[in-house]
């Protein structure tokens, strides 16, 4: 009898803890935001660095070093995330990633400011590891001193994009736990929207059905590019991929830009990045869309902008 | 210290532990990045089996199971020491027999004692290679080398990571996993009704290996004079091959507990002496083994005239790059799954009844779940029997001097679903992924009048069939989650001269 009362109140205590008006008992989803990874502005210094060479380590150094100086960007003992565009099982001759020198010369300026962690990271579109053995990047970012860090399946989190079209997406959780972000693309055709540069870049710290992006490619490039504010943007002009992008794949496709263009503005460096796929910025239309929210200039030449040879 | 010679059974034990773990780590080195050439697939191409149904089927020993003369010959002189010293289906089923059965010493003499059911397996082998010898190669279904593998891959692998040990950077999902686990699982728990009751009854590289067994001149020989009919040889016997009695040489793996289970010392392992016991032939019967050999030429015929892929070309049977034409790769793969396990895409999937009967398990690409990745060709290199060729990465992408890339079907637009189609929806996501250069995939930029008349100005993708190469990235990529609006099928592929569709040679 005593057993009996037992399980009888233990099964009517937990129907009453239990109880609910909804069939699925669901957590709250925690949603975070990315913080603002930007250094304050500086008068001192351009805010645009064009640099012209054929050595990319030493390009990237000038480029650089005319913003003043990584020192500027990374303080010692930061953790930087450094995000190259390795969408792609390529070769760094074919132009569809970014140059693994240019990479590897981005982590090692982080190091030397003192950086005590160095992440390099992306959202591939081929197989990860593929692309990022077969860029070259891999290797170029453990020689100079970083690790690079595959997002798995269970990488993701939800984050509140606030944009005007992209609210919670799943996003990279290695952009959730760094103190800096540097974006190191690279000028590429890309067809539906002209280009890939800059701002496009940012499409690789989304996971889920981001190819739903396209069906509004611009508005969506503005919002990520306004949810993700980089400390620096080091675009890679050294190879460009003229056309058949964003995969290209024949050497036919690649021009050679002998060019690294360092910068704080991401809508300048996208405008002044047009001219070497032939392209003006009223033909690209999240360029305006991206002045209009306030995320930079596209007449490039208005600001603070230097350029020099080196080599 | 004094110097003890190893015990045969020890030595096995080790011999054992050596392979279990060489097998596990050649499974787990299966992957882009840890391959560096390590011979993955070395536990494969040394199982004569392999070797012996390929070249039934297609006249060849292909490359690497020329390795199974390393296995063969020591089976002629030896015994049938592979069962419990190298195979790791054996290896494992023999774990699992010792952890089930903790029984009393007249039961497991009982268990472990000689059955007439044994010679199932002989019978299973002899219609195996008469289907072989028909161009239909059905040994990957029960070959223990093979089943490992592919349950591996499709099923134990996985479910490490889903138990929380980070195998694979994105855990891989099979299409009819848990069927493949299902007969794993009931393969280990069989143990528990009948020890090694797979390697016993059915297995058919067992019986091979039995046969060429049968007149090794090292053997278990019992004195008759020391034998004082204890029967205590027979608790730890592997095989069950009566070492109390006249031994059945054939079903003996030469494991050696008996050696040590002998209080009088009467057994050893090596050549007759003037007092050891006379030993048992096969016990096949001549007249089941005639009934089994007819019955299966002529169940083969009417297995042949179901529809498979190889008569009629089937949409959904993509095949990995560089397979052999249908009737060719049925006649080469054995289901193991290698390919799927060193696919980085997980588009490699085992094939339930889409090819037929007789292609139960063999791989397909399923675009829903990956792609085809460009300038991948790691599935031929992991293949043991050539079903998939080893190609390179010149061959497959068609760069000089080969004329052509390697093609694995065509795709196609599903109008009725495709955004800019059927919605006036901007989208062109395939053609941005298309690897091609230049792009299989083009557009037209068109003016259509949207709901209210006003212009929209859309980019409206096409297929060129001649540039596209089947790769299915499309079809993955495609924001159509369910059923993708633009599709492969293997219309058009390279391995086929008669699933094509465009007419060859061009006009003025």
């Not at chain 2, 593998?149 to 994105?170: I, K, W």
């Not at chain 2, 091979?208 to 020391?226: E, H």
């Not at chain 2, 009088?264 to 030993?279: F, I, K």
């Not at chain 2, 008349?453 to 993955?476: A, D, M, Q, S, T």
């Amino acid at each position: 009898m005593g057993a009996l009362a037992g399980v009888a109140t233990g099964a009517g205590v937990l129907a009453w803890l239990a109880y609910s008006d909804e069939p699925v008992r669901r957590e709250e989803a925690v949603v975070r935001r990315l913080p603002d990874f930007r250094v304050p502005a500086s008068t001192m210094h351009p805010v645009l660095a064009v640099v012209h060479g054929t050595q990319p380590e030493a390009m990237v150094r000038e480029a650089i070093g005319r913003l003043g100086g990584m020192g500027r960007f990374v303080h010692k003992g930061e953790r930087v995330l450094v995000k190259p565009n390795v969408g792609w099982d390529r070769q760094p001759e074919q132009a569809a990633n970014t140059n693994p020198e240019v990479v590897g010369a981005v982590v090692r300026l982080c190091r030397e400011a003192g950086a005590s962690t160095v992440w390099v990271s992306d959202v591939s579109l081929n197989d990860p590891a593929r692309s990022f053995a077969r860029s070259g990047i891999q290797a170029a970012a453990r020689g100079a001193g970083a690790e690079v860090r595959l997002p798995g399946a269970n990488d993701f989190v939800a984050t509140d994009m606030g944009g005007s079209l992209l609210r919670v997406w799943p996003v990279s959780r290695f952009f959730h736990e760094i103190d800096r972000v540097i974006n190191v693309p690279i000028v590429k055709h890309h067809s539906l929207c002209g280009c890939t540069l800059a701002m496009k870049n940012w499409y690789g710290v989304l996971g889920g059905r981001r190819n739903q992006l396209h069906q509004d490619i611009h508005t969506s490039i503005v919002d990520l590019a306004q949810a993700v504010r980089p400390t620096l943007t080091v675009m890679d002009a050294v190879r460009v991929l003229k056309r058949n992008g964003p995969t290209g794949g024949s050497l036919d496709d690649v021009a050679i830009g002998n060019t690294v263009v360092a910068g704080l503005d991401e809508v300048a460096i996208d405008a002044w990045s047009l001219q070497l796929l032939g392209l003006t910025p009223d033909r690209v239309r999240y360029l305006a869309m991206g002045q209009e929210r306030g995320l930079g200039t596209v007449d490039w030449r208005a600001l603070n902008w230097v350029e020099s040879q080196v080599g | 210290m004094r110097l003890v010679p190893l015990k045969l059974r020890t030595l096995r034990r080790w011999w054992a532990v050596f392979f279990l773990a060489l097998f596990l780590f050649l499974l787990v080195v299966t992957d882009y990045h840890r391959m560096q050439g390590w011979q993955t697939s070395l536990l494969l191409e040394l199982d004569p089996l392999t070797a012996l149904g390929g070249l039934l089927t297609s006249g060849t020993v292909y490359k690497g199971l020329a390795l199974a003369l390393i296995v063969l010959v020591p089976t002629l002189l030896f015994g049938r020491f592979f069962c419990s010293w190298v195979c790791p289906l054996g290896i494992m089923n023999q774990i699992a027999s010792r952890l089930f059965n903790r029984r009393r010493p007249a039961q497991e003499q009982e268990r472990n004692a000689y059955r007439p059911v044994f010679a199932l397996k002989y019978y299973l082998l002899a219609a195996l290679l008469v289907l072989a010898l028909w161009g239909s190669l059905q040994i990957g279904l029960l070959d223990p080398i093979a089943l490992t593998v592919r349950s591996f891959t499709a099923a134990v692998l996985p479910a490490l990571d889903r138990l929380g040990a980070p195998v694979h950077l994105h855990p891989p999902v099979f299409w009819g996993g848990a069927l493949i686990a299902g007969l794993f699982l009931a393969i280990l728990a069989a143990n528990r009704f009948m020890p090694r009751f797979f390697c016993r009854v059915l297995c058919p590289l067992g019986a091979l290996l039995g046969v060429l067994s049968r007149r090794a001149p090292f053997r278990i020989q019992r004195d008759l004079d020391k034998c004082t009919d204890c029967n205590k040889c027979l608790r730890h016997c592997q095989g069950a091959c009566d070492p109390h009695r006249e031994l059945r040489v054939a079903e003996c793996h030469v494991c050696m507990n008996c050696l040590e289970d002998c209080p009088e010392d009467a057994l050893h392992y090596g050549l007759a002496r003037p007092r050891s016991s006379a030993h048992l032939p096969i016990d096949v019967s001549r007249r089941r083994l005639v009934e089994t050999v007819v019955g299966t030429a002529v169940a083969f015929p009417m297995l042949r005239s179901s529809v498979s892929a190889s008569t009629v070309p089937t949409a959904p049977v993509i095949r990995p790059p560089g397979s052999l034409s249908e009737d060719e790769f049925l006649g080469r793969c054995i289901k193991c799954a290698a390919c799927m396990r060193v696919c980085p895409t997980n588009v490699l999937q085992p094939a339930l009844l889409e090819a037929g009967i007789e292609g139960l398990w063999t791989p397909v690409l399923v675009n829903r779940i990956g792609w085809c990745e460009q300038y991948c060709v790691l599935c031929g290199q992991v293949c043991p029997t050539g079903a998939i060729r080893r190609i390179s990465v010149t061959e497959k992408s068609g760069q000089p001097p080969h004329a052509q890339p390697i093609r694995l079907g065509t795709a196609f637009y599903d109008h009725g679903r495709c955004l800019p189609w059927a919605m006036h929806v901007p989208c062109i996501v395939c053609e941005e992924m298309c690897p091609t250069s230049p792009k299989a995939i083009w557009y037209e930029v068109a003016q259509v009048p949207g709901r209210d008349g006003r212009p929209i100005e859309l980019k409206r993708p096409y297929v060129e069939p001649k540039l596209c190469i089947g790769c299915g990235i499309c079809e993955n990529k495609c924001p159509v989650e369910d059923l993708p609006a633009i599709r492969v099928s293997s219309v058009g592929e390279t391995r086929s001269t008669t699933n094509q569709m465009l007419l060859k040679g061009s006009s003025g």
